[in-house]
C-alpha cells in the first residue's frame, strides 16, 4: 500500500522528464506502513543497464571496465553485484589488464565486500606481482577480511605473515599493515594478529621490527586497558629490539602506560636500565628517555600530592584532640568541656 499523495512530489526524473516518486527525493522511496524500501528507476535508465549487460562477456576489457564503472555510478546494487564476475574474470590478463581491473575493483569492495569473499584465492599475492598490483590485492584482501569464514580468514593472515618476512621492504611494510588493518577490522581475529606482530619485534630486519611496533602501537592506543600486558611483554624486549625507531616506539609506549597501578609501574625501573647507557643511544631513542623521564617524575610528583591530601587530617578529626587542634590550628581552639570556643 503506497503512501497518500500528500506525501508524493514532482522531481525531475532521466534524461529530464518528469517522474512520479514517493517522498524522499532520488530513486527510492519507502513505505510507511511496513518499513519497505523500493527502488522506482526511471524506465530509460532500466533500459540503459539491462541494455549494456551483454556487453560483461565482451573480450576487451575496457568495455567490461566500462559496464562496470557505469553500474556504479548510476545503476543499483543489484546491478552492480552482476559486474563482479567479469571483472574477477580479468585478472587472468595481462598484468596491466589486472592492474586496471585490481583499480575498478576496489571501490566495488569498498561497496560490497561480501560479494568478492568466494573469490579470495585471486587476490593472493605472487611473486611476480608488481608493485601496483600487490599494493591494490593487499588491500582487497583487507576489505573482505571481516566478513570472511574461518578458513578464509586463516588462509589470508598466513599469507600476510609470509610476505611481512619477506626481502622486499615495501611489501614488508605494506603486509605488516595490512595485518593491523585485520586487527581492527575483526576484533575477534585482534589476539592472533597482535601475537604475530609481537613476533617481529625481534626480527634482525629493522624495517619489519619498526613497522611492526608502529601497528601494535595504533592497536594498543584503541584499547589501552587491555595492552598493558603487552606494554611489559614489550619492555621486556627492549634489549633486543635494535633499530633505533623500534626502541623508541617501545620507550614511548611504556611512558604512556607511566600512569598506571602506581608504584608497581615498570617505568621507573625501566628509566633506570635505559640511563645505564643513555650516551649510546640514537638520537631518536634518546629523546624518548628524556620524555619518559618528564612523565615518571610528574606522575611521581601527583601521587605524593594525593597522599598528603589524603594523609592530612581535617579540623573536625583534630577537634577530637585539643593538644593537636592547638598545634596545628592556632587560631581556633575548641573546649569541649566547657561548650566554650575560644580564639586566640
Not at 41 to 51: C, K, M, R
Not at 84 to 102: K, V
Amino acid at each position: 500500500m503506497l503512501p497518500s499523495t500528500d506525501k508524493e512530489c514532482e522531481v525531475q526524473g532521466y534524461y529530464g522528464r518528469s517522474s512520479r516518486l514517493l517522498w524522499g527525493g532520488g530513486a527510492q522511496a519507502v513505505t510507511e506502513t511496513e518499513g519497505e524500501q523500493i527502488i522506482i528507476l526511471d524506465p530509460d535508465l532500466v533500459l540503459l543497464l539491462n541494455g549494456i549487460k551483454p556487453l560483461l562477456q565482451s573480450r576487451n576489457s575496457g568495455v567490461v571496465v566500462a559496464v562496470a564503472r557505469c553500474y556504479v555510478e548510476i545503476g543499483t546494487p543489484e546491478y552492480t553485484k552482476t559486474a563482479i564476475g567479469p571483472l574477477i574474470a580479468l585478472l587472468r590478463g595481462a598484468q596491466d589488464i589486472e592492474q586496471i581491473a585490481l583499480y575498478n575493483i576496489v571501490p566495488v569492495c569498498l561497496a560490497h565486500p561480501a560479494s568478492f569473499v568466494k573469490y579470495a584465492s585471486h587476490f593472493l599475492v605472487r611473486a611476480t606481482d608488481t608493485a601496483p598490483v600487490w599494493e591494490l590485492k593487499l588491500e582487497v584482501l583487507t576489505l573482505i577480511f571481516p566478513h570472511s569464514p574461518p578458513q578464509t580468514k586463516s588462509l589470508i593472515l598466513n599469507e600476510l605473515e609470509h610476505f611481512s618476512r619477506g626481502t622486499n621492504k615495501a611489501l614488508v611494510r605494506e603486509a605488516v599493515r595490512a595485518i593491523g588493518r585485520c586487527a581492527q577490522g575483526d576484533p575477534a581475529t585482534a589476539s592472533r594478529c597482535m601475537r604475530l606482530l609481537l613476533g617481529q619485534i625481534t626480527s634482525l630486519d629493522g624495517t619489519l621490527a619498526a613497522e611492526s611496533l608502529t601497528v601494535i602501537r595504533h592497536l594498543i592506543q584503541l584499547e589501552p586497558q587491555a595492552h598493558v600486558d603487552t606494554v611489559v611483554r614489550l619492555a621486556k624486549n627492549l634489549d633486543s629490539a635494535t633499530d633505533p625507531h623500534a626502541r623508541a616506539t617501545i620507550i614511548w609506549l611504556v611512558g604512556e602506560f607511566s600512569g598506571l597501578n602506581g608504584e608497581d609501574n615498570i617505568a621507573a625501573d625501566v628509566l633506570r636500565i635505559l640511563l645505564k647507557d643513555f650516551a649510546n643511544e640514537s638520537e631518536v631513542a634518546k629523546r624518548q628517555i628524556v620524555l619518559l623521564g618528564a612523565k615518571v617524575y610528574l606522575h611521581h610528583i601527583n601521587r605524593e600530592a594525593e597522599n598528603e591530601t589524603q594523609s592530612e587530617p581535617t579540623l573536625e578529626e583534630d577537634s577530637e584532640n585539643p593538644l593537636r587542634l592547638a598545634l596545628l590550628h592556632p587560631r581556633t581552639t575548641r573546649y569541649r568541656d566547657s561548650g566554650i570556643t575560644c580564639y586566640c
